[in-house]
């Protein structure tokens, strides 16, 4: 269960707003579970609206996005975006770090076909 908390510096942040950023925050946990913590933070600047979103998972690892557009739905769909690309990129070097090349240890793989005929062949002399 991720804990979600919606702010506004310079603005209110309304109620469909809230929502549609905690509809689009809680798909994170499909890329990663083990992010806890999520803090979405829309703030009004003069002609632009800026989206920054903080998720904190464990292992006191964090990720931050920040994203402007003068619409605060779509600075918070690039924000999600990018935060989508952090932890995916995140997962992966967590996930490969034992086998760099992408393949698994060499004797877990099953025998080559040169060594199964090889010792066919020698059972029938």
């Known amino acids: ?3 979600i908390t919606v702010s506004g510096r310079h603005m209110d942040v309304g109620d469909a707003l809230k929502s549609y950023a905690t509809e689009k925050v809680e798909k994170l946990e499909r890329f990663y579970d083990r992010v806890h ?3 979405v933070v829309f703030d009004k600047q003069a002609i632009c609206h800026r989206c920054e979103i903080i998720a904190k998972a ?3 690892t964090s ?3 920040k994203e402007e557009h003068e619409d605060p739905y779509a600075a918070l769909d690039a924000s999600v ?3 989508e690309r952090q932890i995916t990129r995140h997962k ?3 996930r490969n770090r034992k086998h ?3 393949l698994p240890d060499k004797g877990l793989l099953a025998p080559s076909p040169e060594d199964s005929s ?3 062949s020698e059972g029938d002399m």
């Open 1 to 3: 269960m991720i804990r």
């Open 37 to 39: 913590n999520v803090e």
């Open 58 to 60: 464990d292992h006191h």
């Open 63 to 65: 990720f931050v996005a």
């Open 81 to 83: 975006k990018d935060l």
């Open 92 to 94: 992966e070097k967590r």
């Open 100 to 102: 760099p090349d992408g």
């Open 118 to 120: 090889a010792s066919s």
